[in-house]
């Protein structure tokens, strides 16, 4: 089987999640600066076999946009075009960047770890990524 890329997109950095290629489980794989992601995601894709990308969309409570949806909607316009073979899926991520804190806290990470933006970014592009996988074993 291939791997499932989960994908936390800010417009400065973009949190990176991967599976097993057996697609069970998520784990962070890594944050990359927004300009240099689709460099990152083709050598990515040339190494590794890729099924498809989950990429969380930002909403309000109310199901309503949010400010940053608009430029996920654009990213994940780009991905379709530059990824043809592999399927795009949207994933709620609300609330992903709190969970992702919250679970390194309880994973005993330092405070300096947890400071590091990139790292939050990572968790929740895992969190997010896990989310879909367990939606889609039903």
Do not use: W
């Amino acid at each position: 089987m291939s791997r499932v890329i989960g994908i936390d997109f800010g417009t400065k950095r973009v949190g990176l999640a991967t599976t097993d290629p057996l697609q069970i489980i998520a784990s962070p794989l890594e944050t990359v600066r927004t300009h240099l992601i689709f460099q990152f995601l083709q050598e990515y894709c040339q190494a590794e076999e890729v099924e498809a990308f989950v990429v969380g969309m930002p909403k309000n409570l109310d199901n309503s946009n949010t400010d940053a949806t608009k430029p996920v909607q654009g990213f994940v316009k780009k991905l379709k075009k530059t990824f043809p073979a592999q399927s795009v899926h949207l994933q709620d991520e609300r609330f992903t960047s709190k969970q992702a804190l919250d679970a390194m806290i309880e994973g005993g990470t330092s405070r300096k770890y947890r400071r590091e933006k990139g790292n939050v970014d990572k968790v929740s592009a895992t969190i997010i990524l896990q989310s879909y996988l367990e939606k889609k074993q039903f």
